[in-house]
Antibody
Framework: QITLKESGPTLAKPTQTLTLTCTFS??????????VGWIRQPPGKALEWLAL???????RYSSSLKSRLTITKDTSKNQVVLTVTNMDPVDTATYYC????????????WGQGTLVTVSS | SSELTQDPAVSVALGQTVRITCQGD??????ATWYQQKPGQAPVLVIY???NRPSGIPDRFSGSSSGNTASLTITGAQAEDEADYHC???????????FGGGTKLTVL
């Protein structure tokens, strides 16, 4: 059974760096064809893909946010970490991590999401 | 292009068939994936690949594609199908992922 859970601060101040952790179980991020991605959703708005890390440590980032994002993995801890620098109120959103199947380019298991509010 | 376009809202009468579409250049080369999202919940995968349903997804959900348009069809819509539906795909480069703007489905 694959599960994922996001953790991190619920409140961030403008200009701060946000660090979110995705802790997962039921799969290994060293298995070929597997990845973990981050997706966010501002209140009442669409989903936005942010970043993806593959089993071989290949990393992909949204072109519009690339300069602000870093994704890393700790296979031994079953964790993926996303950092977002220079937070702004427009970054207020629910942040999801999800298990990714590379062949189908599909997020087949999602965490429950964590709402991050950016406010001074 | 890295955009996927969806109609913001669609409605269907209970028991009828509805098609939700997703348009984008990348869909000429990559399949769309469809997610269902109910209020306050995380998205759930409903269709991926050519027309594949994960275990537990009713067979009234199906997917298809033609040219730059992917479609999610619900045959015999149920009240519990009322939700937001999001499409996604790789972008035209194949390097990144992209989501559509989402379609709010109302079952009347």
């Amino acid at each position: 059974q694959i599960t994922l859970k996001e953790s991190g601060p619920t409140l961030a101040k403008p200009t701060q760096t946000l660090t979110l952790t995705c802790t997962f179980s039921g799969f290994s991020l060293s298995t070929s064809g597997v990845g973990v991605g981050w997706i966010r959703q501002p209140p009442g708005k669409a989903l936005e893909w942010l970043a993806l890390i593959y089993w071989d440590d290949d990393k992909r980032y949204s072109s519009s946010l690339k300069s602000r994002l870093t994704i890393t993995k700790d296979t031994s801890k079953n964790q993926v970490v996303l950092t977002v620098t220079n937070m702004d109120p427009v970054d207020t959103a629910t942040y999801y991590c999800a298990h990714f199947q590379a062949v189908a380019a599909t997020f087949d298991y999602w965490g429950q999401g964590t709402l991050v509010t950016v406010s001074s | 292009s890295s955009e996927l376009t969806q109609d913001p809202a669609v409605s269907v009468a209970l028991g009828q068939t509805v098609r939700i579409t997703c348009q984008g250049d990348s869909l000429r080369n990559y399949y769309a994936t469809w997610y269902q999202q109910k209020p306050g919940q995380a998205p759930v995968l409903v269709i991926y690949g050519k027309n594949n349903r994960p275990s537990g997804i009713p067979d009234r959900f199906s997917g298809s594609s033609s040219g730059n348009t992917a479609s999610l069809t619900i045959t015999g819509a149920q009240a519990e199908d009322e939700a937001d539906y999001h499409c996604s795909s790789r972008d035209s480069s194949g390097y990144h992922l992209v989501f559509g703007g989402g379609t709010k489905l109302t079952v009347l």
